[in-house]
Every structure is written in C-alpha cells, then in structure tokens.
C-alpha cells in the first residue's frame, strides 16, 4: 500500500509534509495547499523533512508555491529538504517564476522573405550536390576495386535487385511511355492536320521519345520507385543500427550495400529506356492510324527520322541517370538520421534530389550535344 502524504497546517501559512509525494498523490494536495494559500500571508513556509519521497511533480508543487509567493512578493522558505531534492529544486528555480513577455516580432516584407528563402535553398541545394559528388567520388573508388577483384561483388544480390528494379517496374514504365507517346502524337495531330502535316507526327514522336522523353521519364520513373525503395532499405538498415554492424564486422557499408545496387540501377535503366521507345512509339501509331494512314507509313516515317546516333544518345543519358537515380537513393538512406519519421524524410530527399538532379543532367548533355553537332 502506499505511504500517502500527510499534510498539517500551522497556522496560516505554514504547511508541514510527511510521507510519499508523487504523481499520483499530488493532485489533490495541490488543490489542498492552494486554497489555503493567500496574498495576505506575512510569510510562507514549508516543512518537508519528513516526506520519504518525492517526485517531479512534488518539486512543481514547490516551484508552484515559489511562484504565487513572488507573484505576491511574499517570503517563502522550505524547511527540510533533502540532497536529491534540493538538486532538482535549485536547477528548475533559477528559472523566472513568470514567463517573460513574448519579443516582438520584427516583420519582414515579401522581398526579405524570398531572399531568405533564395538563399537557404541555394545553400541547401550546393551543400547537397557537395556531397553527392563526394559519394559518387568514393563510389567510383569501390567500383575500380570490383573491377579488380570480380569475385567480391555479390553477383547474386545484382540479380535481385536488377529484377527488383528492372523486371518488376515494366508495368509501370509500359503505361507512362505509352500515354506519353498517345498524348503528344494526339496533341499534335490535331494542329498538324489544319496544314495537311499529319505524317510528320511520326518524326516529332521518334525523335522526342527515343532522343528526350523516354529516358527522361524513365529515369523519373525510376527516380520515384527505384531510388526511393534504396533509400528506404538502407534507411531502415541505419535506423536499425545494421549499418554500424557491419562496420563492426569490418565490412565497408559502399562495398556491401551501395555497389550492388549501383551496378544494378546502370545496367537495368537503359534496358528499360529501350523499351520505353519502343512502347511510345507504338502509342504514337494509334492517332495516325486512326486517321486512316497505313502503319507502315508511320514506321517508315519513324525509321527516316531516327538515326543511331538519336538512339546512343538517349541510351548514353539513361547511363548516368541510372547512376545518378542509385546513387542518391543510396546516399539519402546512408545518411538517415534517428526518430520515428527519418526514413521517410530520407526517402522525399531521395527523390527530389534524384529529379533534381537528372533535370540539370539532361540539360548538359542537351548542350553539349547541340556544340557537338549530335
């Protein structure tokens, strides 16, 4: 049975504890003490020599008492207080017992606003891009080491996670790249025909799809499914503590974990760009035919218009959008941090990266193709 507190009252303003003062036996002598409390006490005592406990919530009750007695400007005084107490007591009641006025806020106008804005996001973006490079810097380094020991890749787990990552997305690349090439050939059938144009839809759609659009959805495609699976996966390894396991273990994280998944996303991403263009070209036939113009007009249309050197060059971009796709995702869950909503953090951050990232790609490769006459 607990030992409940007893209180006894001298007089007024002197209040007397004994026993056990806890969370669970403090709410009513809270009440009790609070209602004998006035602001015409000469002076205010308490005597708790003889509690065998006391908790948090007894050290509020005298900190409550404090604060209506400097409210009041009124003495107060504690009689008996204990080592381990008197230890919490003083580090709470240095604490002014009424808050402090909140400061006035100094308001910033619409431009303020967006500088500031401007400028954290910039600082954000270049710290990121820092240490992606960095990542892909000591990726590259474990590669190189792959290259000379083959036997210590895992070959197996790059099997899985490439049928995890190329197999098992096709559904989702065949419908995205067969209504991107129906929308943009029906878009733009429709103005071409006031002109008489409409066969040269099949040169817009071979040479948008295969060249720009179909690596680039693949890769945020990929972006959305791929890099955030590796940033989940690793993120929840990190939470688990996994990570620093196999770091115990002596095992490098980048050898056993990144690589594997890096080698896989490389060699998937342009499989799965190919098969992209094919898909949307198919989808860019059905507004053509429909319009009663044979399919092999639009494939010989198709063909005319698309060199290899279209199709290498949209291969050659998906390469590094793979790498750039993999990469972040691994980085974002490496740096997961602790609490309940890091993996998630660590798996939007994957993502917006990985777009970020494969837009300003695609807009290099954009200009160094057009200076190098591709």
Known sequence: MRDHPVLHMDGQSIFKLSGRLDVNSCGNLWKTIFDRLSPDCQNIQLDVSQLTY??????????????????????????????????????????????????????????????RFTYFFILDFLQSLMAHIAFVGELFASFFQAIRHPSQVRWKDVWLVAEKSGVNALPIVSLIGFLMGLILAFQSVVPMSKFGAEIFVADLIGLSMIRELGPLMTAIVLAGRTGSAFAAELGAMKVNEEIDALTTMGLDPINFLVVVRVMAAVLVTPLLTIYSDVISVIGGAIPLVSMGYPIVTYYNGVVKAVDYLDLLSGLYKSVFFGLLVASSGCMCG?????????????TTRAVVNSIVLIVLCDGLFSVMFYYLGI
């Open 54 to 115: 006391c908790d948090m919530s007894g050290i509020s009750l005298f900190l409550a008492i404090q604060s209506f007695a400097r409210k009041n400007k009124q003495p107060f005084e504690i009689v008996g207080l204990s080592s381990e107490m008197s230890r919490l007591f003083t580090r709470f009641s240095n604490e002014p017992a009424i808050s402090p006025s909140p400061e006035k806020t100094v308001r910033t106008n619409i431009a303020e606003k967006t500088g």
């Open 334 to 346: 490496l740096q997961t941090r602790t609490g309940a909503g890091a993996v998630g953090e660590s």
